[in-house]
């Protein structure tokens, strides 16, 4: 999934089942969970400090500015929670996952 690109969705198509995101799910890194019967994906990050958590928070925002799909990010001082979901559908789309893809991937560095 990191190495995709998303597609622009305007709505139009079916988000993904609740089956087929409980399937995509394996294919990301471990603390990533559904919410809302499978409508969204979110995941809670934890730094040691605010100035590390919105390092994470910015890393977030140019990948999803790169991928033109951007999730919804509340923070704190030492946390943020992350969460995608595809607005033109109301629902999950493979865009949602690619982002969240490339997420664990670059935090892996």
């Not at 590390?52 to 140019?62: D, H, K, R």
């Not at 001082?77 to 690619?98: C, H, K, P, Q, W």
Request: net charge negative.
């Amino acid at each position: 999934l990191a190495k995709k690109k998303c597609l622009p969705c305007e709505g139009g198509v079916d988000p993904i089942d609740i089956t087929k995101a409980t399937n995509m799910m394996g294919q990301l890194d471990a603390g990533w969970e559904l919410q809302d019967e499978g409508k969204k994906i979110f995941k809670e990050f934890k730094a040691k400090n605010h100035y590390e958590i919105t390092s994470i928070i910015n890393l977030i925002i140019w990948i999803s500015h790169k991928e033109d799909h951007h999730p919804e990010i509340t923070f704190g001082y030492n946390t943020a929670r992350v969460t995608y979901f595809t607005y033109a559908i109301n629902g999950l789309s493979e865009n949602d996952f690619i982002c969240a893809a490339k997420i664990d991937q670059a935090l892996k560095l």
